[in-house]
């Protein structure tokens, strides 16, 4: 009896791409379908580019594995794999295009430490529980693109300290969530707290994915930011930063978020009637945001 043939083409390194998509064919879900059918074509072309060996492929498995295993609860080791490859730049970067953009205030990465929520404070509160660094004030207003004040917007901060360090890297060593606040603007949109000049610093590099740096000579440092969730109703919530003019690594950030627009002046202030409204000592640092949120309707 002859052998019935098979129902789709066997593999071949010639068919490779086109055997395996066929076998997605019937995949419900049609962006799912679309998604895997044009990232097995451009991985199967990827390995015939390169002429991948299989200890390549043992190797970037074992990375891959241990990549895994450094996350925990306050650790995403995957996210810093993408950031460092720069796919969250260009994810976010293509998620936001479209009508309402060119107005709005530019985005970045939302980073590994948005790990616990940002306790609420009342405007004008410190963010800072700890003692040191140089006293900071950052006052701000969210307006719509046609530059209306989002009353009752909301503004979740955080931010490294002096040090480098996020409140999730040193615990039992600085206050549970310090750096951090979320803040109801009033009725103008406007916002402020108090906080400390962020220092720049480098991503946790103690993993595989500090490893990959290594291996490529790159450093694994960050600007100085402060990160930014903001949000109002009838719009698109926004994740940004603010980065410190002057600092180090601007144009070098490990994980490529550095837009222009983001880059502020945190200038000096010495005058003390200037530092008297806010209860701060003389001198502290200043800087003014002014963010534009697209409608939701804009969004693609």
């Given at each position: 009896m002859t052998p019935a043939p098979p129902s789709r083409p066997l593999f071949s390194a010639e068919r490779s791409a086109e055997v395996v998509t066929e076998a997605f064919r019937d995949t419900p879900d049609p962006r799912l379908r679309t998604v895997l059918t044009s990232l097995v074509a451009h991985l199967h072309a990827f390995a015939k580019e390169v002429a991948l060996t299989q200890a390549e492929l043992d190797t970037a498995i074992d990375f891959l594995t241990r990549t895994g295993h450094a996350c925990t609860d306050v650790r995403q080791e995957f996210q810093l794999l993408s950031d460092v490859l720069g796919m969250s730049m260009l994810v976010d970067s293509l998620d936001h295009t479209g009508p309402g953009q060119a107005s709005a205030t530019e985005s970045t990465v939302l980073g590994p430490f948005h790990m616990v929520d940002s306790p609420p404070r009342d405007l004008g509160e410190s963010?800072?529980?700890a003692e040191g660094g140089?006293?900071?004030?950052?006052?701000?207003?969210?307006?719509?693109?046609?530059?209306?004040?989002l009353?009752?917007?909301?503004?979740?901060?955080?931010?490294?300290?002096?040090?480098?360090?996020?409140?999730?890297?040193?615990?039992?060593?600085v206050p549970?969530?310090?750096?951090?606040?979320?803040f109801t603007c009033d009725e103008e949109g406007r916002f402020r707290f108090r906080t400390i000049l962020p220092a720049a610093y480098p991503i946790p590099d103690d993993g595989p994915v500090g490893q990959l740096l290594k291996a490529t000579a790159r450093h694994p440092y960050r600007p100085a930011h402060i990160h930014f969730i903001v949000g109002a109703q009838g719009h698109r919530p926004l994740t940004t930063h603010v980065f410190v003019?002057?600092?180090?690594?601007?144009?070098?950030?490990?994980?490529?978020?550095?837009?222009?627009?983001?880059?502020?002046?945190?200038?000096?202030?010495?005058?003390?009637e200037r530092a008297a409204p806010y209860d701060l000592p003389v001198p502290f640092?200043?800087?003014?945001?002014?963010?534009?949120?697209?409608?939701a309707e804009a969004h693609r």
């Amino acid at each position: 009896m002859t052998p019935a043939p098979p129902s789709r083409p066997l593999f071949s390194a010639e068919r490779s791409a086109e055997v395996v998509t066929e076998a997605f064919r019937d995949t419900p879900d049609p962006r799912l379908r679309t998604v895997l059918t044009s990232l097995v074509a451009h991985l199967h072309a990827f390995a015939k580019e390169v002429a991948l060996t299989q200890a390549e492929l043992d190797t970037a498995i074992d990375f891959l594995t241990r990549t895994g295993h450094a996350c925990t609860d306050v650790r995403q080791e995957f996210q810093l794999l993408s950031d460092v490859l720069g796919m969250s730049m260009l994810v976010d970067s293509l998620d936001h295009t479209g009508p309402g953009q060119a107005s709005a205030t530019e985005s970045t990465v939302l980073g590994p430490f948005h790990m616990v929520d940002s306790p609420p404070r009342d405007l004008g509160e410190s963010i800072s529980l700890a003692e040191g660094g140089e006293p900071t004030l950052v006052t701000g207003q969210v307006l719509g693109a046609d530059g209306t004040p989002l009353a009752g917007a909301l503004v979740d901060v955080w931010q490294a300290d002096e040090k480098g360090y996020y409140d999730v890297q040193r615990p039992g060593e600085v206050p549970d969530r310090n750096l951090r606040g979320l803040f109801t603007c009033d009725e103008e949109g406007r916002f402020r707290f108090r906080t400390i000049l962020p220092a720049a610093y480098p991503i946790p590099d103690d993993g595989p994915v500090g490893q990959l740096l290594k291996a490529t000579a790159r450093h694994p440092y960050r600007p100085a930011h402060i990160h930014f969730i903001v949000g109002a109703q009838g719009h698109r919530p926004l994740t940004t930063h603010v980065f410190v003019a002057g600092s180090d690594y601007l144009d070098s950030d490990a994980v490529f978020g550095v837009k222009e627009s983001l880059v502020l002046d945190f200038d000096e202030v010495r005058e003390p009637e200037r530092a008297a409204p806010y209860d701060l000592p003389v001198p502290f640092r200043h800087a003014h945001v002014e963010i534009s949120l697209r409608v939701a309707e804009a969004h693609r």
